[in-house]
T-cell receptor
Framework: DGGITQSPKYLFRKEGQNVTLSCEQN?????MYWYRQDPGQGLRLIYY???????QKGDIAEGYSVSREKKESFPLTVTSAQKNPTAFYLCASSIRSAATNEKLFFGSGTQLSVL | GENVEQHPSTLSVQEGDSAVIKCTYSDSASNYFPWYKQELGKRPQLIIDIRSNVGEKKDQRIAVTLNKTAKHFSLHITETQPEDSAVYFCAASRSTGFQKLVFGTGTRLLVSP
């Protein structure tokens, strides 16, 4: 069963703590993305990766970090520098990143809350 | 950079009525405009998209129109059904290089039986 999997579904962060959200895909997609979804604000791009071992900042990268050591995996770390981390986080992938626009496949999301 | 505005934020219709959601964009170089549907508690899914070389695209009960001059595009849903109830997001991007979609703020559509 192919798809994109995010875990955990719910995550709680204590003040000063870093937390990592997992995103795995078995679609053999080159590009992967992290979006943040806040009520009334749509989806905002945090980071994206077009290929293994390469990633770029999106529009709201401050307080976040990522890695892309494997094609299948694109974990997002929410650091203590992110002062307002409570949001719904969506991971997505697409077949290729360049030349043409293509359909995004989304994961089911992780709801992060601050304790 | 690109900015996408979406209206209305909420839309309530009776089953069988039509629904229209409108978006405007700021970057005249944008040429790809997808629409995503997010049902409650589920992941967003692409329902239709349009490129700037066409003015309209239809897929059964849904259609998207694009006015490049005015820089706006719209989603039209005819004969609405309760299962159309969801949040709809429009987006825009350039096709050159990386696909960096900029999303609208979403429209919550409620279709009442």
């Amino acid at each position: 069963d192919g798809g994109i999997t995010q875990s955990p579904k719910y995550l709680f962060r204590k003040e000063g703590q870093n937390v990592t959200l997992s995103c795995e895909q078995n679609l053999n997609h080159d590009a992967m993305y992290w979006y943040r979804q806040d009520p009334g604000q749509g989806l905002r791009l945090i980071y994206y990766s077009q290929i293994v071992n390469d990633f770029q900042k999106g529009d709201i990268a401050e307080g976040y970090s990522v890695s892309r050591e494997k094609k299948e995996s694109f974990p997002l770390t929410v650091t203590s520098a992110q002062k307002n981390p409570t949001a719904f986080y969506l991971c997505a992938s697409s077949i290729r990143s360049a030349a043409t626009n293509e359909k995004l496949f989304f994961g089911s999301g992780t709801q992060l809350s601050v304790l | 950079g690109e900015n996408v505005e979406q209206h209305p934020s909420t839309l309530s219709v009776q089953e069988g009525d039509s629904a229209v959601i409108k978006c405007t964009y700021s970057d005249s170089a944008s040429n790809y405009f997808p629409w995503y549907k997010q049902e409650l508690g589920k992941r967003p899914q692409l329902i239709i998209d349009i490129r700037s070389n066409v003015g309209e695209k239809k897929d059964q009960r849904i259609a998207v129109t694009l006015n490049k001059t005015a820089k706006h595009f719209s989603l039209h849903i005819t004969e609405t059904q309760p299962e159309d109830s969801a949040v709809y997001f429009c987006a825009a991007s350039r096709s050159t290089g990386f696909q960096k979609l900029v999303f609208g703020t979403g429209t919550r559509l409620l279709v009442s039986p």
